[in-house]
C-alpha cells in the first residue's frame, strides 16, 4: 500500500548552496598558514629586528579583523552558516558593521592576511593574499546573486556599501 498524496523531496544537489567554496576557503587558509615567508629572513632581522611601523601595521591590521569579524558575527548571529547560501529565515541586515561593508567576515580575513604579509615582508603571502582577494571577490558575487533573489532590496544597498574594507574596497 503506498500513499500517493505524500511527495518525497528531491535531493539536494551537491555544491548547489556554495559547499565547495567552503572547501575552497579552508584550503586556501590552509595554505596561507603552511607557506613558509619568502624570501627567507635572517634571524637577526626577523621578528626581532621587526621595525615598530611593521608592528604597528599588524596590530592595526588584526584588530581591525578582529572587530570587523565578531561585529559581523554578532550582528547575522541568527543566521550564520559555513555555507554563502542564504537560510531560509534571512533577513537583510543592512545596519551595524554592515553599514559600512557587505562582507565583513571576509575583510576581517584579507586584513589579517593583509596584517601578517606585510609584518614578515613575505611575498610569497602577499601573493596569497591577491588570490584570496580573487577568491573572496568571486565567493561574495555568487552570494550576493542569492541575496539579492531572497531580497530585491539588496541591489541598492550593494551600490552604496563597501564590499570588504569599509571606505576602501
Same mark, same amino acid.
Given at each position: 500500500?503506498?500513499?500517493?498524496?505524500?511527495?518525497?523531496?528531491?535531493?539536494?544537489? +551537491?555544491?548547489?548552496?556554495?559547499?565547495?567554496?567552503?572547501?575552497?576557503?579552508?584550503?586556501?587558509?590552509?595554505?596561507?598558514?603552511?607557506?613558509?615567508?619568502?624570501?627567507?629572513?635572517?634571524?637577526?632581522?626577523?621578528?626581532?629586528?621587526?621595525?615598530?611601523?611593521?608592528?604597528?601595521?599588524?596590530?592595526?591590521?588584526? +584588530?581591525?579583523?578582529?572587530?570587523?569579524?565578531?561585529?559581523?558575527?554578532?550582528?547575522?548571529?541568527?543566521?550564520?552558516?559555513?555555507?554563502?547560501?542564504?537560510?531560509?529565515?534571512?533577513?537583510?541586515?543592512?545596519?551595524?558593521?554592515?553599514?559600512?561593508?557587505?562582507?565583513?567576515?571576509?575583510?576581517?580575513?584579507?586584513?589579517?592576511?593583509?596584517?601578517?604579509?606585510?609584518?614578515?615582508? +613575505?611575498? +610569497?603571502?602577499?601573493?596569497?593574499?591577491?588570490?584570496?582577494?580573487?577568491?573572496?571577490?568571486?565567493?561574495?558575487?555568487?552570494?550576493?546573486?542569492?541575496?539579492?533573489?531572497?531580497?530585491?532590496?539588496?541591489?541598492?544597498?550593494?551600490?552604496?556599501?563597501?564590499?570588504?574594507?569599509?571606505?576602501?574596497?
Amino acid at each position: 500500500m503506498t500513499n500517493t498524496d505524500t511527495q518525497t523531496p528531491a535531493p539536494r544537489q +551537491s555544491g548547489k548552496r556554495g559547499e565547495y567554496l567552503v572547501v575552497l576557503q579552508f584550503i586556501l587558509m590552509a595554505t596561507f598558514v603552511a607557506t613558509p615567508v619568502w624570501p627567507e629572513h635572517t634571524e637577526a632581522a626577523f621578528p626581532p629586528g621587526a621595525t615598530p611601523l611593521r608592528w604597528a601595521v599588524i596590530a592595526v591590521c588584526w +584588530s581591525a579583523a578582529l572587530l570587523l569579524g565578531g561585529l559581523g558575527s554578532h550582528h547575522i548571529r541568527e543566521y550564520l552558516t559555513p555555507l554563502p547560501y542564504p537560510v531560509d529565515h534571512n533577513q537583510l541586515v543592512t545596519t551595524g558593521v554592515y553599514g559600512l561593508v557587505r562582507h565583513p567576515l571576509y575583510g576581517s580575513q584579507l586584513l589579517a592576511a593583509l596584517g601578517w604579509a606585510v609584518f614578515s615582508t +613575505s611575498l +610569497s603571502h602577499l601573493l596569497l593574499l591577491l588570490v584570496a582577494v580573487i577568491f573572496f571577490s568571486f565567493k561574495a558575487s555568487k552570494e550576493e546573486r542569492w541575496l539579492t533573489e531572497k531580497h530585491p532590496e539588496y541591489a541598492d544597498y550593494a551600490k552604496k556599501t563597501r564590499k570588504f574594507i569599509p571606505w576602501i574596497y
